[in-house]
């Protein structure tokens, strides 16, 4: 424990005594207490927590604990090592996690609260007063995320549902599969180009090949592509990526082959623009009002370029079809474009323009996870009500506690 | 094999990265970040392809025999690649070309940056003609939302309970307008979003076990 306090203070009216100017410090805080340290759960590895008790002068008491320093030594048969600082913790907090340590070897832990004091220079002091130490504590990996096993339970559900529905879509199952206006109006966006003699712009998003959307833009593009050789109409494609760049060609070239005008295909077709998000905008919207092209396509990820984009293709009369999975993007999309494929609707796209029995599979899995997810939100509505109704609803804390959607949190 | 390889490695990543998201231990927990990393360095080589694409481009419509203003926007790409490259790369202090006060930092502050404000900037007057006509009272759909819009603009403004000060507690327009955002608009927003999470699901799976193939160049 700290302390400190010598003070002596002069007579008043006695100005042959130097005045000994010194302060009473106060005491230094109470120490924190309880304090443990275990393997951090639910990790790799190379983590350990620690936990304790606040001071009684944590927010009460005195009131003068500032922070927490957490200090850590290695344990040996010979005793304990130096104690090295390795973190911090503000006032008020009761943890840390300590996540640089070896699996393995024997730590010890001491919790030391800080207390900011006057002192004569002006500057604050800070002492400190140091808990006892923890027992040994070592850090693992885990095998498993425990808090994360009601994910598994409903990934192998829905991944076992689509798959079962594949399966049965392979054995010559009819399914129904609902009409999807965007993904119809296809032709009739492409014939329009084709009769009215303008160009087809075909935008996959701003993002990059590891987005989920860039891969369902590229898929429809096939198919866009496809009908554009068959009406031998004129398809351009300004990419933001060098990656989506070389993939949309080989998807382009592949569908101009398919629908057996190979010749008419060339790399000019498919072209990169730049990766700025405001850039790109940019150069689409020049090249939409030089070119003035009858069809627009707006498939993939975007942000806050949508409705420049749209709002621009818009102004010149163009046909527009747009699909993304960005909520805050969907509005401007359904503001400004003649059809919008709304979230799932773009994944479901190329089962639905292929018919392929394998991928119409997949739709109805999804569907069934649809409706687990349905249940489980009536399930919660009532037993949230439930719960509120029987218990006293001042204690908005405990309320809370009700609360079922916690049960599903993914940690 | 032009299938069989993407296929096989589209497949082995995606089950690591299923596998990595429940099993914490080493080293699946760490392989994410390894793919993450080998994602980065192949785009950092792709971005050769796109930038050379770029400029053969420019300079074929600067070059172009068509007299149209395209020859014209051609050039000034091209121009301004050739700028920026050559300043960034000799003329800026080497691997400091970012720090302030250099070249190319004053290239970047005072025409990249206005021209990127500039296009954000016009998101404004695009929200303008985009909300007059999404707000038109064409259909029932359409008049919920006016409604809807009414009440958020006018509660989200001081004078909406300016003029509904008079109105007991939790009737007031920016009552009213919380109350839209909190429920009806996040049911809403939820509801797009659980669909969203099933079709991400389902399409990555169809890519896993490689049912989805047309990404690769082919139906």
């Known amino acids: 424990m700290l302390a400190s306090a010598a003070i002596a203070q002069t007579a008043p009216g006695d100005s042959s005594a130097i005045p000994a100017l010194t302060i009473a410090q106060p005491p230094p805080p109470n120490p924190a207490t309880n304090v443990k340290a275990e393997d951090a759960p639910n990790d790799g590895g190379g983590s350990i927590r620690v936990t304790w008790a606040a001071s009684p002068d944590d927010g009460a008491g005195r009131k003068n604990v500032a922070s927490y320093n957490i200090l850590r030594a290695v344990s040996s048969p010979t005793g304990a090592g130096a104690f090295d600082t390795v973190g911090s913790a503000t006032a008020g907090n009761t943890e840390f996690t300590d996540g640089h340590t070896e699996d393995g070897i024997p730590y010890i832990y001491i919790v030391e609260a800080l207390s900011s004091v006057p002192s004569p220079g002006g500057t604050p002091v800070m002492v400190s007063v140091r808990s006892e130490p923890t027992g040994v504590a070592y850090s693992n990996g885990q095998w498993f995320h425990m808090r994360r096993l009601n994910a598994l339970i409903m990934v192998i559900i829905v991944c076992g549902a689509i798959l079962y529905f594949i399966q049965q879509a392979s054995s010559g199952k009819e399914l129904f599969i609902r009409k999807i206006a965007g993904l119809d109006a296809v032709d009739e966006a492409v014939g329009r180009a084709t009769e009215m003699g303008r160009k087809i712009f075909y935008i996959p998003g701003t993002q990059d090949m590891d987005e989920v959307q860039t891969l369902a833009g590229i898929t429809i593009l096939g198919r866009v592509a496809k009908v554009a050789a068959e009406y031998e109409a004129s398809l351009e494609v300004p990419v933001s990526r060098s990656l989506v760049m070389v993939t949309c060609r080989e998807v382009v070239k592949e569908a101009y082959l398919n629908a057996g005008r190979p010749e008419a295909y060339n790399d000019s077709m498919v072209y990169y623009l730049t990766d700025d998000q405001f850039g790109y905008a940019a150069g689409i919207d020049g090249l939409v009002m030089r070119d003035k092209p009858s069809t627009l396509f707006f498939m993939g990820a975007f942000y806050a370029e949508s409705l420049i984009l749209a709002e621009t293709g818009n102004s010149i009369g163009a046909i527009q079809i747009a699909g993304t999975a960005m909520p805050a993007q969907l509005p401007f999309f359904v503001a400004a474009c003649d059809y919008t494929l709304i979230g799932e609707e773009l994944f479901a796209a190329s089962a639905y323009l292929s018919k392929e029995p394998k991928l119409l599979g997949s739709l109805k899995g999804q569907d069934l996870g649809k409706a687990i997810i349905l249940l489980a939100i009536l399930v919660g509505i009532v037993m949230t009500s439930f719960g509120a109704i029987s218990m006293d609803t001042s204690d908005l804390d405990k309320l809370g506690n009700y609360n079922i959607g916690q049960w599903f949190e993914v940690q | ?219």
């Open chain 2, 1 to 219: 094999m032009r299938r069989e390889i993407p296929t096989a490695i589209a497949f082995f990543v995606g089950i690591i990265c299923i596998i990595q998201f429940f099993i914490p231990h080493r080293p699946f927990g760490t392989l994410v970040d390894v793919f993450s990393d080998w994602f980065g360095i192949v785009a950092a080589f792709a971005i050769w392809l796109g930038a050379l694409n770029l400029l053969k481009v420019s300079l074929e419509r600067s070059l172009s025999k068509k007299k149209t203003h395209d020859r014209w926007y051609g050039l000034v790409v091209a121009a301004s690649f050739f700028l920026i490259f050559i300043i960034g790369m000799f003329m800026s202090g080497g691997d400091q070309f970012q720090v302030p006060g250099s070249r190319f930092d004053y290239l970047y502050v005072n025409i990249y940056t206005p021209l990127s404000s500039t296009m954000f900037a016009l998101l404004a007057f695009f929200v303008a003609s985009a909300s007059y006509r999404a707000f038109r009272a064409r259909s029932w759909e359409a008049t919920l939302l006016l409604i809807a819009a009414f009440f958020v603009m006018l509660g989200r403004a001081p004078v909406g309970d300016q003029l509904t000060g008079f109105m007991p507690e939790g009737y007031r327009l920016s009552e009213v307008a919380n109350w839209i955002m909190t429920y009806p608009q996040v049911a809403g927003q939820r509801a797009i979003m659980i669909g969203i999470a099933l079709g991400v699901a389902s399409a990555s799976l169809r890519l896993i076990l490689g049912l989805e193939r047309s990404y690769l160049g082919g139906e």
